[in-house]
């Protein structure tokens, strides 16, 4: 019996909704100040940030050459398998995969720190319940459909968007300060702008969502380049706004000593309900994003499993257009890492899958464009070979500082996707 496909219903505003509520997060509210402490200066602050942003969208375009020439649910893997054989591929989707549970975990678990921040009373419940019931919470949500599940993800990434912007118009309704202390400026410069721009494009980590929806949008020649690039430039303008808005709130030497700058903020232009604002407003960044990377890490198994055959369960789709045993065992992986005693090592484990998946896929497109040139493309990467090469090149200083930073974790990382080859050779055998 033939399986049921996935439900080709998604469309532009699904792909922009997904972006968004998936980059925008936690990271923006944090960043400013590590980004500060580093530059010292308020025209190289902005410079970085827009310098960020173009990267990422030099990124973007790339990433969308191979969405629209291999418009496939899987993401990574799918265009790893492509380049680079069954192996690579398999490898690719495997680390993507825990990749994602991984933050999934760790979103969860922030959840319900978020949530008991804001309301005291849900102290004698616990983190833990109700980082499991949010996390169950969506896995009802998606179980109900595909349309259900988007267009949830539409509305809390549209209200995300809204609590940003009326943050950043707060800020910028206030009184302006006068700088009243000096800061340290970098003793070295470059080092200090490279530094603080790998703490910039983290926060855009989440750009790359809408490829993995590619084989459930009604046209992803059209929409997968238009809402990647539209919700990119979204994704800018709102940093570079509250950036703006920090800056024009908070003296510098303030905004650089700050762990929390959004909260510094919001209590200055407040008054003392101003952190539970940004609290809030945490906790509504969290929900879409939430959503999103659960159906994400669901669209990487389901591919994965659609290629190994003691997988295939993981590869049927309900009515509603939801791989629901996918789904499952991906909400059951991350409450497993949350619940173990590595889950702090599996999330730096996890920075190290993304930029190794990131760099591998980056050479992907060198590779196909090569080998593959009749391979039918409708978008192309914006100024190839140029822009595909810095893209690469950046992601191989990205992971090359993943390996020297974090030697440990990056050898563990190792030899966990080493683990995942005799489970390759294992799952591909015909179940008996």
Not at 46 to 53: I, K, M, Q, R, Y
Not at 82 to 92: K, M, P, S
């Amino acid at each position: 019996m033939p399986r049921r496909p996935l439900l080709r219903i998604l469309g532009l505003y699904f792909g922009l909704a997904v972006i968004l509520g998936g980059t925008i997060g936690v990271g923006i509210l944090r960043t400013p100040g590590t980004v500060a402490a580093e530059l010292g200066s308020r025209a190289l602050i902005l410079t970085v940030w827009t310098l960020g942003g173009l990267y990422t969208l030099i990124g973007v375009v790339s990433f969308a050459e191979l969405g629209t020439a291999l418009p496939e649910t899987g993401g990574y893997y799918v265009y790893a398998r492509r380049a680079f054989g069954e192996r690579v591929g398999f490898l690719t989707g495997w680390t993507d995969w825990m990749t994602y549970c991984a933050v999934l975990g760790y979103i969860s678990i922030a959840t319900g720190e978020f949530s008991l921040a804001l309301v005291p009373g849900l102290a004698s419940i616990g983190v833990t319940p109700i980082a499991l019931a949010s996390l169950a919470a969506f896995v009802v949500l998606q179980w109900t459909g595909l349309r259900v599940s988007s267009r949830t993800q539409e509305i809390t990434s549209l209200v995300k968007f809204l609590a940003f912007l009326a943050l950043v118009a707060a800020c910028l309704r206030h009184p302006g300060v006068t700088e009243s202390a000096a800061i340290d400026r970098p003793q070295n410069l470059f080092f200090a702008v490279v530094i603080a721009l790998q703490s910039v494009v983290i926060t855009y980590g989440g750009w790359q969502s809408a490829l993995y929806f590619a084989e459930e949008d009604r046209d992803p020649a059209k929409n997968l380049p238009r809402s990647m690039i539209g919700g990119v430039a979204v994704v800018v303008v709102v940093y570079l706004l509250l950036n703006v808005a920090l800056l024009h709130v908070l003296p510098l030497s303030e905004l650089a000593s700050s762990k929390l700058p959004a909260a510094d903020a919001a209590r200055a232009v407040f008054g003392a309900s101003g952190e539970r604002l940004v609290t809030l407003l945490s906790l509504v960044s969290l929900l879409p994003l939430l959503n999103a990377i659960l159906m994400v890490g669901t669209r990487i198994l389901y591919a994965l499993a659609r290629d190994l055959p003691r997988w295939s369960r993981a590869a049927e789709v309900s009515e509603g257009g939801t791989p629901v045993v996918a789904m499952l065992v991906t909400a059951a992986g991350a409450l497993i890492l949350a619940a173990s005693g590595t889950f702090e090592k599996l999330v730096a484990v996890a920075s190290f899958f993304l930029a190794a998946n990131y760099f591998v896929c980056c050479l992907a497109l060198l590779v196909l464009r090569r080998r593959e040139p009749e391979l039918p493309r409708p978008f192309r990467a914006w100024g190839y070979p140029a822009s595909a090469i810095l893209v690469a090149a950046g992601a191989g200083v990205f992971l090359v500082g993943a390996v020297f930073g974090d030697t440990r974790n990056s050898v563990f990382a190792l030899a966990l996707a080493a683990a995942g080859l005799p489970l390759r050779a294992w799952s591909s055998r015909p179940p008996r």
